[in-house]
């Protein structure tokens, strides 16, 4: 079997944990393929209410394979919590989690590194979740990085301090006062634990998986507007959060690849600095994150709320080829009068549907009203039953992109999942 991808095309957080639990008793395997502990992937059933970081969104359900693979950076110090908190639920994640020996290991001073460039970049911060995710990634694409296959290595120990000197010295630039052993806290007993786990080459794993004709779905972190090469760079993550990402992530050729799912919410958040052109600085703004609980995963701040951004959705499906959308979070919209959507940009006086290199200051959104429905959507299981108004916004959405809303998502809990 092909392996199907699940991402976001927004700036994250648009319910990609909730819908790759829905979705996992659908496939064998699920993969994680980059991003690392600065992802905050929620998941709701049973009333227990769960976020993961680097641990993909399927570890739930005991029959399937949880893969952390080889673009993932993984922190030893946040995955021992996680798989601590996970022992709390009753879930005993060796038994089903492998993790790709080529994954590069977020050292405690990488973490330092994120802190003190962001400090110093002042307003110009890019609003980082200071997981040391930028470090990581620079000293991966550098050639200084440690990998998880390191901690098998006797030279493990002298690998690190070789690193963390290096990392010292790169501290030297900053005025940035720092406690290490703060830092490492929690770090090699996290080794420790990553040392229980089964790891793995998962590019012949999940190659010898495709032969095998086991259903594969890779679940991305972040969202397309955080690419590190096409998001509002330099307002973006270090990873490659599109569909190629999955490619390079994970080790399968393109050709691997069958569906494409794009995961939007039916509003836009951003959380972090960067050009949001359909952002609500106002009362409307405030209503949106209040109604939809919008405070960050990972670090509980407040999101930068505003209306759904069709020029930007294009952009993204484009980027990542996608096949079907997965429309989320529309239960928030349940109380508005009226629902807009920015179908164009007016960039100095012209009007246009294509993202423009620069998001800056002089964009325009160009708005649809859609009358609201006015009504709690949150019970609603067949699509049939949904306000004809919000299908009048569905088919909309689906008519100008070309793509078909196979799942719409009224709610957090597992159950509130309406699938076409
Ligand atoms: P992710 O990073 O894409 O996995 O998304 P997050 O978990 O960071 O943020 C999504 C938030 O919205 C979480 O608190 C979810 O529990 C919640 N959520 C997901 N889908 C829905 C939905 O359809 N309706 C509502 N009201 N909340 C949702
Ligand atoms: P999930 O997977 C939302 C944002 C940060 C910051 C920028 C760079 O939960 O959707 P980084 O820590 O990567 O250096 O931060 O990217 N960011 C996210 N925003 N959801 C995420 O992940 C994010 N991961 C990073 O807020 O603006
Ligand atoms: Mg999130």
């Not at 992937?41 to 952390?68: A, C, D, W, Y």
């Not at 270090?238 to 190629?244: G, P």
């Not at 359909?278 to 670090?299: I, V």
């Not at 039953?385 to 100008?400: C, G, H, N, Q």
Request: hydrophobic share 35%.
């Amino acid at each position: 079997m092909k392996v199907d991808v699940l991402l976001g095309l927004q700036w994250g957080d648009e319910g990609k944990g909730k819908v790759v639990d829905v979705l996992t008793p659908g496939y064998d395997v699920i993969a994680r393929f980059q991003g690392g502990p600065n992802a905050g992937h929620s998941l709701e059933f049973n009333n227990i209410k769960h976020v993961l970081h680097t641990i993909p969104s399927g570890i739930f359900h005991r029959n399937s394979i949880n893969i952390i693979g080889n673009g993932v950076v993984l922190d030893p110090m946040v995955f021992k919590k996680e798989v601590d908190k996970l022992v709390q639920l009753g879930v005993d994640a060796t038994a089903n989690l492998l993790i790709s020996k080529r994954a590069h290991l977020i050292l405690p001073t990488h973490r330092v590194i994120d802190a003190a460039s962001e400090a110093a970049k002042g307003k110009t911060k890019i609003g980082s979740t200071l997981k040391g995710i930028g470090p990581t990634y620079m000293d991966k694409t550098g050639r200084n990085g440690m990998r998880v296959g390191d901690i098998l290595s006797e030279k493990f120990e002298e690998k690190y301090k070789f690193l963390v000197e290096k990392h010292m010295n790169i501290l030297k630039q900053y005025d940035y006062s720092f406690n290490l052993k703060e830092f490492e806290e929690g770090w090699f007993e996290g080794i420790e634990t990553i040392k229980k786990f089964k790891l793995v080459e998962s590019e012949f794993l999940v190659n010898d998986y495709i032969k095998q004709n086991k259903r594969i779905l890779a679940e991305g972190a972040q969202g397309t507007l955080l690419d590190i090469d096409f998001g509002t760079y330099p307002f973006v993550t270090s990873s490659n959060t599109i569909c190629a990402g999955a490619c390079n992530g994970l080790g399968i050729a393109p050709s691997s690849i069958d569906k494409v799912m794009g995961i939007v919410k039916a509003y836009c958040t951003r959380v972090g600095s960067g050009p949001f052109p359909t952002e609500l600085e106002n009362a409307t703004g405030e209503l949106l994150r209040k109604q939809g609980h919008e405070f960050g995963s990972t670090t509980g701040r407040p999101r930068r709320c505003g209306w759904l951004d069709l020029v930007a959705l294009k952009y993204a499906i484009m980027i990542n080829g996608v096949t079907e959308l997965i429309l989320t979070k529309i239960d928030v919209l349940d109380i508005f009068d009226s629902i807009y959507l920015a179908t164009h940009y007016k960039v100095n006086g012209k009007i246009t549907d294509r993202l423009p290199y620069d998001l800056g200051e002089k964009i325009e959104p160009v708005y649809k009203e859609f009358k609201g429905w006015k009504q709690d959507i949150s019970k609603i299981k067949d699509f049939q039953d949904l306000p004809d108004e919000l299908k009048v916004y569905i088919r909309f959405i689906e008519s100008e992109t070309g793509v078909p809303i196979k799942i719409c998502s009224v709610g957090p809990d597992r159950e509130q999942t309406i699938i076409r």
